[in-house]
């Protein structure tokens, strides 16, 4: 029963470098989410997926990229990686229609030099 | 601007007695609104939900109230347990749009004294 996965778990990285964070979802769920959260700050949305093949902004996109590959993938990528995107960050899904209930991955702590 | 808004960093709460969390949110196209509570280290969990055709909503200890006229809710714990020390999210979505974005707000962190 493994939800929603994320990988890699902890990254360290340098300042200009790229990296993706992976998320998949086995609960056959539409909308797909990627969140950042900082201390005072709480869970940001980065960027949502509503279905397959479609992509939106949400209220921090600057500096992000995202993919939604198939209906349980959803990738976030760092092109060029900046201390201040030194976040634990969360992939979360959810089937509209089901009550709106969010499930969330375990996160993914990125350092960035 | 934030549209989600958690104005209390912080709670400190007895053991036994109620503890409330408030939420205060801008955008009129919110109908559905979600409470999650996050340990550390771990993803956020799913706590309790409430729609905008309701005011009340109960599951257990947990109570959520929605005032939509003051676009405002509040989580209510009753009895407070050790347990219940978290940091609280409160969330804001609109289901009935094709605005598919869940906004959260700061959160709060409850400390439940025993």
């Known amino acids: 029963n493994a939800g929603v996965t994320q990988t890699p778990k902890f990254q360290v990285l340098k300042t200009g470098q790229s990296m993706t964070l992976q998320c998949a979802q086995d609960?056959?769920?539409?909308?797909m989410y990627w969140y950042r959260q900082d201390p005072g700050m709480g869970l940001r949305l980065i960027y949502y997926?509503?279905?397959?093949?479609?992509?939106d902004k949400g209220e921090v996109p600057n500096g992000y990229n995202v993919s939604r590959l198939n209906k349980r993938e959803f990738s976030l990528r760092l092109e060029s990686a900046a201390p201040s995107q030194t976040s634990v960050y969360f992939c979360?899904?959810?089937?509209?229609?089901?009550?709106?209930?969010?499930?969330f991955g375990e996160g993914s702590r990125l350092t960035v030099l | 601007d934030q549209q989600v808004k958690q104005n209390s960093p912080s709670l400190s709460v007895q053991e036994g007695r109620i503890s409330i969390l408030n939420c205060d949110y801008t955008?009129?196209?919110?109908?559905?609104f979600l409470w999650y509570k996050k340990y550390p280290a771990e993803g956020p969990t799913f706590l309790i939900s409430?729609?905008?055709?309701?005011d009340k909503n109960e599951d257990g200890r947990f109570t959520v109230f929605l005032n939509k006229s003051a676009k405002h809710l509040s989580l209510h714990i009753v009895p407070s347990q050790p347990g219940d020390s978290a940091v609280y999210f409160c969330?804001?979505?609109?289901?009935?749009?094709?605005?598919?974005?869940?906004?959260f707000g700061p959160g709060t962190s409850l400390s439940v004294i025993p």
């Open positions: 979360a899904s959810r089937r509209l229609g089901d009550g709106g209930e969010l499930f």
């Open positions: 609960m056959n769920h539409n909308s």
């Open positions: 997926s509503a279905s397959e093949g479609t992509t």
């Open positions: 955008n009129s196209m919110f109908d559905y």
């Open positions: 409430i729609s905008s055709i309701k």
């Open positions: 969330a804001a979505s609109a289901l009935k749009t094709s605005y598919d974005k869940v906004i």
